[in-house]
């Protein structure tokens, strides 16, 4: 007979068991469709270097500034916004290389510094654009007023844009960005240039997780989504539209093409454009020294609680509130790829379930070692739980080498080798604004969450050369 004592650890020990079985088995399911995505990536760069030999070399910058500057338009919303907007408008309208652009800056009425800020500045390109209603109302609702302000500009002008840039406040725009996206438009109706965030020595984790997962994103996924024929999103920035796609998408919604009920526009975007039969290309031209690629830089969030809210208004944007936005649209490989968007919460949720088993599992065995030494039960491990263990850390260990690599590429072996632990620490941001997501979307799902510009202070480095 044993006592209460004793029959309570056998049925926790039992139950962590088959927890361990569950877990274990959907982990193998998830890092299996993580291995299928980096096989493709392989098989796809393999077959794309074979290829090279026989096909015409790809546009370098030099061919791609050698194209007639076509008239371009950028939109920067900017709530709340003082602080980077000055600095990133007089930089950028300092080194942009190119003739035929016009900027749009959106800012609030109650937002003062934000208007003196853009005010200050007086170049004949630029327009501050005062919204209707006090902010934050939606991002998505200042792009709107930001593109009733450009077709007003097209009357007055006389003028049509051939491309819509968007771009943020905190935003680090490479001199030939505009050069690359023009130069490539008329074959696509969509090109986004890579984002990258910028090394935080003051914030070599959280801050510095964004590298590794901007990295594995820009270079792999987004190329994997394209070999499969699936629609590309938008980041949000870096990102050109044809001026005629982004119209259409406009009509079809009744005049405006962004949704103002929506918080992941620019995720929705790529869709939408597919949607609509046209061409999307996530590319990465080198610069002209041959020393990395055009691109967008800025400093991501340094804090756990401001990493947590972005990734929060991701998360609810594309993994739940987009579910029920646009349900399963597209092909099957769009598909495949909305339900490994839309995983994301859930794979969060679990790797934080893992953390917390394995403490148990050493508790479990502590108490079995001092507490229960003759005590008879089964192992805490199964053998099929042991095998799918032993499946998924060999699979932990190669998403890892991946996530290195890719981190390796763009910042050096020194942020390569930070990866590794730095997964941690995304796992658990990423597993704090799952929950947020979570609960948010619980609220917003019983009425009682409007929709409001949820963002985080920014920073902007001044110093930076590019």
Request: hydrophobic share 55%; glycine share 8%; aromatic share 8%.
């Amino acid at each position: 007979m044993h006592d209460t004592g004793t029959l309570l650890f056998i049925v926790a020990h039992l139950s962590l068991g088959q927890i361990i079985l569950v877990l274990a088995l959907v982990m193998a399911v998830s890092g299996l469709d993580d291995l299928f995505v980096d096989l493709v990536f392989l098989v796809h760069a393999a077959w794309q270097r074979l290829r090279s030999a026989h096909r015409p070399p790809r546009p370098d910058l030099a061919t791609l500034r050698a194209v007639p500057a076509a008239p371009m338009a950028i939109i920067i919303p900017a709530w709340d916004e003082a602080a980077v907007i000055g600095a990133m408008l007089t930089r950028l309208l300092a080194t942009l290389d190119y003739p035929a652009v016009r900027i749009f800056v959106g800012v609030y009425p109650n937002d003062p510094a934000g208007i003196a800020a853009v005010g200050a500045i007086a170049d004949p390109r630029l327009s501050a654009i005062i919204c209707s209603h006090p902010g934050p109302t939606t991002k998505a609702d200042c792009l709107n007023h930001l593109w009733r302000a450009l077709l007003a500009d097209e009357v007055t002008s006389g003028r049509r844009f051939a491309a819509v840039v968007l771009h943020d406040a905190e935003d680090v725009i490479h001199p030939q960005e505009l050069r690359v996206q023009n130069g490539l438009m008329p074959g696509l109706a969509m090109v986004q240039l890579p984002v990258e965030p910028l090394p935080d020595t003051e914030s070599r984790w959280v801050a510095g997780h964004y590298l590794d997962e901007f990295a594995t994103g820009h270079i792999k996924d987004v190329v994997v989504r394209a070999a499969l024929g699936a629609a590309v999103p938008s980041a949000g920035v870096a990102c050109a539209i044809d001026r005629d796609m982004l119209g259409r998408i406009a009509d079809a919604a009744g005049g405006d093409p962004f949704d103002a009920t929506c918080l992941t526009e620019d995720y929705e975007l790529g869709l939408k454009i597919k949607a609509l039969g046209g061409a999307t290309a996530l590319v990465r031209v080198h610069c002209a020294d041959g020393i990395g690629v055009i691109a967008t830089r800025e400093n991501f969030p340094a804090s756990f609680d401001t990493a947590r809210r972005q990734k929060t208004r991701w998360l609810l944007g594309i993994a739940l509130a987009g579910w029920d936005r646009l349900g399963w649209p597209g092909g099957a490989a769009d598909r495949y790829m909305l339900a490994r968007d839309r995983k994301a919460v859930a794979a969060a949720l679990t790797t934080l379930a893992a953390y917390v088993v394995a403490f148990l599992a050493v508790i479990d065995a502590a108490l079995l070692r001092w507490v229960f030494p003759d005590l008879a039960v089964p192992p805490l491990f199964s053998p099929l739980a042991t095998a799918l263990a032993l499946a998924n850390l060999a699979m932990a260990i190669w998403r890892l080498a991946m996530r290195a690599a890719c981190t390796q590429h763009i910042y050096g072996w020194a942020e390569g080798a930070r990866a590794v632990p730095r997964a941690l620490v995304s796992n658990v941001i990423n597993a704090a604004a799952a929950w947020s997501a979570c609960r948010r979307y619980w609220i917003m799902l019983d009425g009682g969450g409007a929709l409001a510009w949820d963002k985080t202070a920014h920073r902007f480095p001044t110093s930076l050369a590019v």
